[in-house]
């Protein structure tokens, strides 16, 4: 069946430095990806997503690819911030007609201090 | 900006009491879930729903029942609540019937069972 694989946190970066969230996939078809962020009391909301293979998917300086060949989308930031502490998780969808299932990841928490 | 709304926010309860945990949208979608966050923060999806009178259990067994008589209005019961109910519940709604399509997720409900 379909998995998201992402690695575990917390995260800890110092503000400007770079960010990479390693995430990876299987799936039986072609999936859509995704990155949800939740922040701290809040439910989760989409941070950017892909729906095929080399798409680019891209908000507030965050940006992924969707790369077939090697089942990964990575989440990078070039400069984080302290407002960008939160939780990331990568998730897939796949299906068509009424059905799409969708599968999250474990989630990565990102702490960025000061 | 999503129009998912969810209430309680924030409910403590007594062992044996029923719950009802709200969730209503106003996006006209048709798709609406119901996912458990643990502490641990990894999702699992309890129930969905692909339209009016259509409801399935989820990945994760959960003794709540669901139900959905009108497009917007998607709420979750548990008749006797018990102490292994704590947790994070989050409702989400999708549009369509494309696997790329974003979800839409409410702020959340904290439920503590004591």
């Known amino acids: 069946g379909d998995s998201v694989t992402q690695m575990e946190g917390p995260v800890t970066l110092s503000e400007e430095a770079f960010l990479t969230i390693n995430c990876t996939y299987t799936a039986t078809g072609y999936p859509s990806l995704f990155w949800y962020v939740q922040y701290p009391g809040e439910g989760l909301q989409l941070l950017l997503k892909a729906t095929k293979a080399d798409d680019k998917g891209s908000n507030k300086g965050f940006e992924a690819t969707y790369r077939k060949e090697t089942t990964s989308f990575h989440l990078e930031k070039g400069s984080v911030q302290v407002s960008d502490s939160a939780v990331y998780f990568c998730?897939?969808?796949?299906?068509?007609?009424?059905?799409?299932?969708?599968?999250f990841g474990i989630g990565t928490k990102l702490q960025v201090i000061p | 900006e999503a129009d998912i709304y969810q209430t309680p926010r924030y409910l403590v309860i007594g062992t044996g009491k029923k719950i009802t945990l709200e969730c209503s949208q106003t996006m006209g979608h048709d798709k609406m879930y119901w996912y458990q966050q643990d502490p641990g923060m990894e999702l699992h999806l309890i129930h969905y729903?692909?339209?009016?009178?259509?409801?399935e259990k989820g990945d994760l067994s959960s003794e709540s029942t669901v139900s959905r008589i009108r497009t917007e209005h998607f709420p979750l019961t548990l008749e006797s609540a018990r102490p292994s109910h704590t947790s994070q519940y989050l409702c989400a709604s999708r549009v369509g019937a494309g696997a790329g399509n974003t979800i839409y997720f409410g702020e959340g409900s904290w439920l503590t069972v004591v």
């Open positions: 998730a897939l969808s796949e299906g068509s007609g009424g059905y799409q299932k969708v599968t």
């Open positions: 729903s692909y339209g009016v009178n259509s409801t």
